[in-house]
C-alpha cells in the first residue's frame, strides 16, 4: 500500500504538473514551446486553481475534505481536456530525438556545461533532502498542514496548543499549508515529508526550470552561453546563505513555505512574463502564463496584495512606454484586479 501512496505523490509532482501546463504552452510559440516551460506552467495552473477554490472555503470556515473534493474533481477535468486540447503540444515537447540532435550539434564545451548543470542541480536536490534544514517557521506551515489534514479544518486552530480560535486572516488567503495538506490527503503520505522530503527538491528544480527560461530568452542569440548562465546560477545560490533573510537562503532552507517559494520560484517566473511582454507580439500562451503566475503569488504569501500590482504596475508603464502601447498598460493592469479584490477581502475581514 506504501508503494501505491508513493507513487500517487510522485505523479502529482511530476508527470500532472507536466501534463497541465500542455494548454498554456499550445497557445506559446515554437520557441517557448520547452519540456521545462510545460512543466512550470502546469504547477502555476495547480497554484492558481487552488487559490481560486480553496479561498472561499476558507473564509466561509467550511470543511477541508470539501476543498479535497471540489479542487479534486476541478484538476481531473482540467487534466483530461489539458490532454486532449494539448496534445499536440505534449507530442513536440516529448519529441526527444528532436532534443538529443540538438544536443548533438552543440560545440563540445557546451555539452560539458549542459552536464555540469545538470550534476549541480542534482547535487542541490540531494542536499536539500539529506541536509534539510528545520527552520523556524515549520512550527506554522508545517503544522497548520498537519492540523488541517487532522482536524479537518482551515485556519482555525492554533497551530501551538490545537485550541480552536477565529480564523486567522492574516494568512487566510494564502494557502500553501492547505495546498500541502491536500496533497497529503490525496497521497496518504504525512505533510511534513512531503514538504521536507518531496516538495524541497521538487521546487528547487521548479526554480531551475523557471531561469533555464529566462536565460533561454536572454541569450536568445548566444544558445550556447545557456548552460553557463545556469552554471552561474547554481554557484550563486550555492554560496548565497550569508543571511537568513536572502533568497539563496529561502529557497534552499525553506522551499515548501510561501515565503520561499515567492522569493524562489514566483517572482522569477513573473520576470520571465516581463521579459515575453516586451516582445511585438505576445503569445496567448504567455498571458495565461501571466495570469497564473500574479494568482500563485496570492497563493504563496499575502504580501503579494501589495508587492505584485506595484510591480506589475511600474513594469506595465515601463513596457507600455517601450512599445508605444496603451492596450499592453491595461492588460497588465486588468490581471492585478485579483490581487486588489484579495485586499479589499483581507482589509474588510480584520
Known amino acids: 500500500m506504501q508503494i ?51 479561498v472561499p472555503f476558507i473564509l466561509l470556515e467550511r ?142 528544480f521548479l526554480m531551475y526550470c523557471v531561469y533555464s527560461q529566462i536565460g533561454r530568452r536572454l541569450l536568445i542569440k548566444y544558445k550556447e552561453w545557456q548552460p553557463v548562465f545556469l552554471i552561474f546560477l547554481t554557484i550563486w545560490f550555492s554560496y548565497g546563505n550569508i543571511s537568513i533573510y536572502t533568497t539563496e537562503t529561502f529557497i534552499m532552507t525553506r522551499t515548501w513555505q510561501g515565503k520561499g517559494l515567492m522569493a524562489g520560484v514566483i517572482l522569477p517566473a513573473l520576470l520571465l512574463c516581463m521579459l515575453y511582454l516586451t516582445d511585438k507580439k505576445v503569445s496567448k500562451g504567455c498571458w495565461m502564463l501571466f495570469s497564473t503566475v500574479i494568482l500563485s503569488a496570492v497563493f504563496a504569501t499575502s504580501v503579494a496584495f501589495m508587492l505584485i500590482p506595484t510591480i506589475v504596475g511600474l513594469a506595465a508603464v515601463v513596457i507600455g512606454w517601450q512599445k508605444k502601447s496603451a492596450k499592453t498598460v491595461l492588460l497588465m493592469g486588468a490581471w492585478c484586479l485579483p490581487c486588489i479584490v484579495l485586499a479589499f477581502c483581507y482589509l474588510l475581514l480584520r
Not at 17 to 40: D, E, H, W
Not at 130 to 151: H, I, L, P, R, W
Request: glycine share 4%; aromatic share 18%.
Open 4 to 54: 501505491l501512496y508513493w507513487f500517487m505523490l510522485i505523479f502529482m509532482v511530476t508527470l500532472m504538473p507536466f501534463l497541465l501546463g500542455a494548454i498554456p504552452v499550445k497557445y506559446m510559440n515554437s520557441f517557448q514551446r520547452t519540456p521545462a516551460m510545460m512543466y512550470l506552467c502546469g504547477w502555476f495552473v495547480s497554484f492558481s486553481v487552488f487559490e481560486l477554490v480553496s
Open 63 to 204: 470543511s477541508f475534505t470539501e476543498v479535497v473534493f471540489v479542487y479534486s474533481i476541478i484538476m481531473l477535468g482540467i487534466l483530461g481536456i489539458s490532454c486532449w486540447l494539448g496534445r499536440d503540444a505534449l507530442k513536440e515537447c516529448l519529441q526527444w530525438k528532436k532534443w538529443v540532435c540538438a544536443f548533438g550539434d552543440m560545440p563540445w564545451w557546451t555539452k560539458l556545461a549542459w552536464l555540469a548543470v545538470i550534476v549541480l542541480i542534482a547535487m542541490q536536490m540531494i542536499h536539500a533532502v539529506v541536509f534539510e534544514y528545520y527552520d523556524g517557521d515549520d512550527s506554522y506551515y508545517v503544522a497548520q498542514a498537519v492540523m488541517t489534514n487532522t482536524f479537518d479544518s482551515m485556519y482555525v486552530r492554533d497551530n501551538y496548543t490545537g485550541y480552536i480560535y477565529p480564523l486567522d486572516i492574516r494568512h487566510a488567503l494564502s494557502p500553501t499549508p492547505i495546498y500541502i495538506a491536500w496533497m497529503s490527503r490525496i497521497s496518504g503520505i504525512h505533510p511534513t515529508i512531503i514538504a521536507h522530503s518531496v516538495l524541497a527538491p521538487i521546487w528547487l
